[in-house]
């Protein structure tokens, strides 16, 4: 078989959502900040996404990540997110996949029992902490991007479901948050179609009624994620919630940026205070 192009990807996944990794073959794009190259990427060289995502190599539940040289002098590496239907300036489960590839093939040096990897996303830095033994990652912990909310307890008219209260707050994207409760969801397998549907249509109206942009790069724009919350239960108790994903399936992983979307606004509402943990 005659090779036209060599793209070296290692797989690699986060708590189940798979966050492919392209270390090679792929030259960076144009730009000044991982934010312009990944604005270049998808302008012109879209073409890599859809190749990886798509099948027969990938499918709606695959995201990938090109590792790119990072353009900050207090960053290790730069690294772009290619979702199904998007570019997000940040994910979580991206993040620590993109972290562990680096590591565990030794493109970065791994120290052991912790290794500290600070990586531009397209967002800005986020600081990955990796406990390390053997030559592999056990276990990475992600600081994130600064994260706040736009609005509280916003109506929302939705195609289906009525008028409902939502809170819009970005966690690394731009997350529209509604009562799984009131929706009547308990956030169980079973109800998977539904919920996946549900936040399809409350993405789409979110879109449309309730636009957004960060304050400091207002290119980062508009809700493309949507989380269905059980109510908060609370410091030290696990609440429940599930991210759709665009074009409609639930997030296998936690969700970083969701449950950081989410403590934004439990503490924009008195619930949560610095230093509080959230249990998923």
């Known amino acids: 078989m005659r090779t036209r192009r060599l793209i070296t990807v290692v797989g690699c ?18 730009g000044s900040t991982v934010f312009e190259q990944m604005q270049t990427l998808q302008r012109e060289d879209d073409w890599l996404r ?9 499918s709606v539940a695959c995201h990938a990540n090109l590792v790119v040289p990072t353009t900050r002098p207090d960053c290790d590496a730069g690294f772009i997110i290619m979702e199904p239907t998007e570019y997000p300036a940040m994910s979580g489960s991206n993040t620590i996949c993109t972290v562990t590839v680096l590591l565990e093939t030794g493109m970065l040096a791994m120290s052991e029992p912790e290794t500290v990897v ?4 397209p967002g800005g830095v986020v600081e990955a902490r990796a406990s390390c033994r053997d030559g592999r990652c056990e276990s990475v912990e992600v600081t994130n991007v ?14 289906g479901l009525g008028t409902l209260t939502v809170d819009v707050a970005y966690g690394g994207m731009w997350y529209a948050i509604a009562d799984a409760r ?63 994903v665009a074009p409609g399936r639930l997030d296998r992983s936690a969700t970083g940026t969701g449950l950081s979307a989410r403590m934004a606004v439990l503490h924009a509402r008195g619930l949560m205070q610095v230093g509080d943990a959230m249990t998923p």
């Open 182 to 244: 009131a929706l009547g969801f308990a956030i169980e397998p079973h109800e998977a179609r539904e919920l996946s549907l549900a936040g399809e249509r409350i993405r789409a109206a979110a879109r449309e009624q309730l636009p957004c942009a960060h304050p400091q790069n207002p290119e980062i724009a508009g809700v493309s994620i949507v989380q269905l919350a059980e109510p908060w239960r609370g410091i030290g108790k696990v609440t429940r919630n599930a991210v759709v």
């Open 146 to 159: 600064a994260c706040f909310v736009d609005r509280l307890d916003a109506r929302l008219e939705v195609e």
């Open 13 to 30: 996944h986060a708590g189940g959502e798979i966050g492919n990794v392209v270390v090679g073959g792929v030259l960076p794009p144009a």
């Open 50 to 58: 859809r190749l990886l995502l798509r099948e027969p190599r990938g």
């Open 118 to 121: 600070r990586l531009e996303a």
